[in-house]
């Protein structure tokens, strides 16, 4: 054992040393020994004191965690069988001492102790925040539950928990396993040479001729945006709209019956603690007071983008029916259209922007914006890897450590689609000094690709700059946290409705002149973005705004009435629910064999159950707190306000999950959040 790498905890993670095989006697040990530490902190001649249970518990819970986040990681990144099977060997266990410690009556007794103790009033902030949390959470896991009921909760947990899993293994299975070929190159009309250069590289690897697609978003999103060949983009769409559903390749992918017994699952839980649904047991722990505030703050916005929703379909079919010969305009013909209409509107491509961005130019500049505004210093490093694409770098403030972050930016087989931070390790106060914190970060853009026999480096999309500075975001407020304590440090104990302002405030700065000149260099003469094509970008950011807010508000919609009202007995009543949301609030309804909701991560196996709105709930804040950067701009218009960042560091990334949302963002702003920035800067305004 004393060589398993994954009971390694003196340092980073050794990654070159993992195996499979290492998992279960890893995991099993800490697990005998965390389950050890809440007996003895639960126990009755343990005292009521911080140092007598929760430390001790953190100590063992911590290191079950960190070692369970690698493989989990490792799960998502680099998934092999062995791997997966050692993961689903060992989750149940793991869910389980989860589940027991919510529900120690005993340890909640503890806690219970702690918040009626003579001192509790003169507790560091931090320490009464995770008191106040945990008195919740005890309620929330079941431990007021009789002995029948905790019984049946925790398998509940388990059958959650080993279903979210096999959600997402289904749509990376289907997403892996899906290939169009393409013989002709001559099919491949309007896509960009890189894009054609990244599927006949594809092609070759499988040591076949032609041209190969995928599902993962960097192959097939651009045939959907470019390819002239309509038969080639309905084909490509069909595809990625029925993964993992009845209509997908494979039945043994189809996730109808895993998505519907997650969801009996999650209200049989929310019956077990006394609450009507499960949207109500979410909420409990986030800012939205309730289920009904929630769905009111998603139709009134709706509301406000309908208008503008109408007016951007009604030009697209225009548009499409004048221009392109498409009288007819169906779901895998919108992106097309829609770039074509851009292009013809602002005069300029995705793919002509797209030239500006080289990786290294844009790291360059991600990493000066956040060294301006925030006061730190960003390095590269050098440490073992899950793959060799991946980079590490250190973030120090005058030479002293803050945190460490891996960056791992392209789209390849067994890695899961999208974009993600996830925490490695958390800030904590040690007795022999601070563990600073490590974070993943994890996207899928396009790998270098070799053009013309010459190398080009990857090369991102304004898109995809969008979403590496919101994940950036989220790194932030795990890395420079100043919380000392574990549960409330970083994004830990942070309402998941505001967790995404930190990631949300940061993509303003990609539309900023003086920031897009510092992380633009031409691929080809090294120039950066001209003015006149950022005019163009600027004319062009609210292009078809209302569609993707009402679509955004569409899913939320659809999440928050799946778990509060909604009967669900199988796939069709789910479907029913969709059908009736986009009856009353969509203006574009997907065509019927859509399946959208079988791959809908985000809330099946993604954390975001009940919780989708929470986009939309934190884009109000991050674009209030943005514009506060905006009213202190320099005479030369830079946002890049050195004072306004200290105080967004002070009063919101720095304090992480210690204090409520709101008194954070209140401390930063000055006062409470308003919608008219989010209005204003979506072009939503009369």
Request: charged letters at 25%; glycine letters at 6%.
């Given at each position: ?98 589940t027991r410690v919510g529900q120690s ?13 003579k001192d509790y009033a003169q507790l ?297 931070m996830d925490d490695a390790r958390g ?260």
């Amino acid at each position: 054992m004393n060589d398993n790498p994954l009971l390694d905890f003196s340092g980073l993670p050794r990654f070159a040393d993992i195996r499979a095989e290492h998992v279960a006697p890893a995991i099993t040990e800490l697990l005998a020994k965390a389950n050890a530490a809440l007996d003895q902190a639960s126990a009755d001649t343990t005292p009521a004191e911080w140092d007598q249970v929760v430390v001790p518990l953190d100590d063992a819970s911590e290191r079950l965690s960190r070692a369970w986040g690698v493989i989990s990681h490792l799960n998502a990144v680099a998934d092999t069988p062995e791997l997966r099977a050692a993961y689903n060997e060992m989750q149940p266990a793991v869910t389980e001492f989860g589940t027991r410690v919510g529900q120690s009556l005993a340890l909640f007794e503890k806690y219970k102790a702690l918040a009626a103790a003579k001192d509790y009033a003169q507790l560091p902030q931090a320490r009464k925040t995770i008191i106040s949390h945990a008195l919740r959470d005890f309620r929330l896991g079941g431990a007021e539950l009789n002995d029948a009921d905790k019984s049946r909760f925790a398998s509940i947990q388990d059958k959650q928990a080993a279903s979210a899993i096999r959600f997402s293994e289904n749509v990376l299975d289907a997403t892996n396993d899906f290939a169009l070929f393409v013989e002709d190159i001559r099919e491949l009309s309007g896509l960009p040479e890189d894009v054609i250069a990244a599927a006949r590289a594809a092609a070759e690897q499988d040591a076949k001729s032609g041209y190969k697609f995928t599902l993962h978003f960097p192959s097939y999103f651009p045939v959907l945006q470019y390819a002239d060949q309509r038969s080639l983009r309905e084909a490509i769409y069909r595809a990625n709209a029925t993964k993992a559903s009845e209509l997908g390749a494979k039945p043994e992918w189809d996730n109808s019956q895993v998505m519907t017994e997650l969801l009996q699952l999650r209200k049989e839980e929310a019956q077990l603690l006394g609450y009507p649904a499960y949207a109500d047991v979410s909420l409990a722990a986030k800012m939205a007071e309730s289920p009904a505030q929630v769905t009111a703050f998603l139709e009134d916005l709706a509301q406000r983008a309908r208008p503008f929703a109408e007016k951007d379909l009604e030009e697209l079919r225009a548009f499409a029916a004048s221009e392109l010969n498409l009288p007819d305009l169906q779901a895998w013909d919108v992106t097309y259209a829609s770039e074509k209409l851009r292009q013809q509107r602002y005069a300029f491509s995705e793919q002509e922007v797209k030239e500006y961005f080289p990786e290294n130019k844009v790291l360059a500049g991600l990493f000066d914006v956040i060294q301006r505004l925030f006061g730190v210093s960003i390095q590269a490093e050098q440490t073992a890897t899950w793959h060799p694409d991946v980079k590490f770098f250190r973030i120090e403030r005058n030479g002293q450590l803050l945190g460490q972050f891996y960056l791992d930016l392209y789209a390849r087989a067994g890695k899961r689609g999208g974009a993600w931070m996830d925490d490695a390790r958390g800030r904590r106060a040690l007795k022999d000094g601070i563990q600073t914190p490590v974070a993943y970060l994890v996207c899928n853009f396009s790998a270098p690709v070799t053009l013309n026999g010459v190398q080009r480096p990857a090369l991102f999309t304004h898109d995809d700059v969008i979403t590496l500075f919101h994940e950036f975001g989220h790194g932030l407020h795990h890395l420079l946290t100043q919380v000392d304590e574990l549960a409330v440090s970083g994004i830990s104990g942070v309402e998941w409705d505001a967790v995404e302002l930190p990631s949300q405030f940061m993509e303003n700065f990609c539309w900023e002149w003086d920031v897009l000149q510092s992380m633009t260099a031409h691929v080809e003469n090294g120039q950066p973005l001209p003015r006149s094509l950022y005019d163009k970008m600027i004319a062009a950011k609210n292009f078809q705004a209302g569609l993707q807010t009402l679509r955004q508000v569409e899913f939320a919609l659809l999440d928050m009435r799946l778990h509060h009202q909604a009967e669900i007995s199988d796939a069709a009543s789910v479907q029913s629910v969709i059908d009736d949301v986009r009856k009353q609030f969509a203006v574009l309804i997907p065509p019927a064999f859509n399946r959208m909701q079988h791959s809908f991560s985000h809330i099946f196996a993604g954390g975001y159950a009940a919780g989708y709105y929470s986009y939309k709930w934190a884009e109000v804040l991050s674009a209030d707190a943005y514009a506060a950067f905006e009213e202190s701009r320099s005479a030369d218009g830079s946002t890049l306000s050195a004072e306004t960042g200290q105080r967004f560091l002070r009063e919101v990334l720095e304090a992480g999950g210690s204090r409520p949302a709101l008194d954070s963002f209140t401390a930063f702003r000055g006062r409470a959040p308003d919608i008219s920035a989010l209005l204003r800067h979506s072009g939503m305004t009369a």
